[in-house]
């Protein structure tokens, strides 16, 4: 991570991502530690394996994931990417269940399956997404309260 030159619109993600010591990660920091730092990282360590070893097809999966992602931030839409998307994101889950069987879905898995479906009625997430909510609620939390209501 360290050597990864970064745009400079793109925030970094912290060296000890993960780690208690980091604290919480901000949307932008995750953003770029799974769809930048992780995949080149997993490429490097997973991508030379056997395309027929679990390592080749967890990295597929992950794959999977980041594309449907980044399909779905696009901020222009298309009948094709939607399809791309939901392409991807149905491999991902049914791949996530043959390598995860231990793995419960959670209803976010579920409406990611008819996301697709709000792309198509809505367009492009950037017009209709709440990221502002977020950083209001990311803001209220940095206020130091004594866990009591009132003064």
Not at 24 to 32: F, G, T
Not at 40 to 46: A, E, F, G
Not at 103 to 128: I, K, Q
Request: aromatic share 12%; charged share 20%.
């Amino acid at each position: 991570m360290a050597r990864t030159q970064l745009p400079y619109w793109v925030s970094p993600a912290p060296q000890e991502a993960g780690s208690t010591r980091v604290g919480k990660l901000s949307a932008d920091q995750w953003r770029s530690f799974c769809s930048i730092h992780l995949v080149v990282t997993l490429v490097r360590i997973w991508g030379p394996s056997d395309p027929g070893s679990r390592f080749h097809k967890m990295l597929q999966n992950y794959m999977d994931l980041v594309t449907a992602v980044k399909i779905a931030s696009m901020r222009t839409m298309t009948p094709a990417r939607i399809s791309s998307y939901n392409l991807h994101m149905d491999r991902y889950l049914k791949n996530l269940l043959e390598l995860y069987p231990q793995v419960n879905l959670s209803p976010y898995h579920h409406l990611s399956c008819h996301f697709g479906e709000l792309l198509e009625r809505f367009g492009p997430t950037h017009a209709w997404r709440c990221w502002i909510f977020e950083r209001i609620n990311y803001k209220l939390q940095q206020i130091p309260t004594n866990k009591k209501f009132g003064t």
